[in-house]
């Protein structure tokens, strides 16, 4: 009738529309914003070299910042630098230093 083919409707006339995938997963950041068509992260901007981010959106650079992922290299960087680079030779003794505190009292 005329009232149904004009009507907006959520039912059976909208159902057909929903085939369509226009995004997929994107290989870099793992959002489903990588749009196929236009070969595109909207989310980090892949395949560009440079992640995608703006100063308009501070919140949006705080939550994929440095030290919110795993840090699997950077972590350890951060070991050595307490350490002071050492390499092939054998941490201080932990009793000797207390030893040497406990002599100096």
């Given at each position: 009738s005329y009232l149904q083919s004009c009507a907006m409707t959520k039912g059976t006339t909208s159902q057909g529309k929903r085939g369509k995938r226009n995004t997929m997963q994107c290989r870099r950041c793992g959002k489903v914003s990588y749009h196929i068509q236009k070969k595109r992260c909207a989310a980090c901007g892949y395949p560009a070299a440079k992640r995608r981010s703006y100063q308009w959106s501070q919140k949006a650079i705080r939550r994929r910042t440095t030290g919110t992922g795993r840090?699997?290299?950077?972590?350890v960087v951060a070991r050595k630098v307490k350490n002071g680079f050492r390499a092939g030779t054998a941490p201080p003794s932990k009793k000797k230093a207390a030893r040497a505190a406990a002599a100096g009292k």
């Open positions: 840090m699997r290299h950077l972590k």
